[in-house]
């Protein structure tokens, strides 16, 4: 296990509009004012998303198994925003439904706006954190450390 202790920065509060989508608007504000680090909240709704829902298989690399949703439906999601080779990443899982369709996952794809999305980004400062690549899974992954 690694962690480190920091504290609460600023606090950003967005609309996100029909239509946009999810990670550029995120990342652009982490990005515009130099976010390196922030747990981030959503709530409102999702127009379509390509859902990573699990793995299809883990071995011998793991390969995403996406669901595509196309809603328009509800959702409610935690994340963080990390940097990954110096620039703010916003990694998210949600869940999202309509109707009789209730998914949860990692909304990708293209995750585009439906009518709303309310959006807090609790910044984190006191940390030195970034996504890095594992030489084993060959995915980026956290890596955190004490200032």
């Known amino acids: 296990m690694e962690y480190a ?3 609460a920065g600023r606090v950003a509060a967005a609309r996100l509009f029909e239509g946009e989508n999810l990670y550029d608007c995120i990342e652009s504000i982490a990005s515009k004012e130099q976010i390196k680090c922030a747990a981030v909240l959503i709530t409102g709704g999702i ?5 990573v829902v699990g793995p299809k298989v883990e071995t011998p ?3 995403p198994n996406f669901f595509n949703f196309t809603g328009p439906g509800e959702t409610l999601g935690v ?3 990390y940097c990954d080779e110096g ?3 916003l990694h998210i899982h949600a869940g999202i439904g309509r109707g009789e369709v ?3 996952g990692c909304p990708r794809g293209g995750a585009s706006v439906f009518l709303i999305l309310e959006v807090t980004i609790i910044e ?3 940390i030195n954190a970034a996504r890095e690549k594992d030489p084993q899974t060959g995915l980026k992954l956290l890596r955190v450390a004490s200032c």
């Open 47 to 51: 127009r379509k998303a390509d859902v």
């Open 79 to 81: 994340g963080t925003i």
């Open 124 to 126: 984190i400062v006191g």
């Open 102 to 104: 209730h998914i949860v």
């Open 5 to 7: 202790i920091g504290k």
């Open 61 to 63: 690399k793991i390969e």
């Open 87 to 89: 620039v703010p990443k």
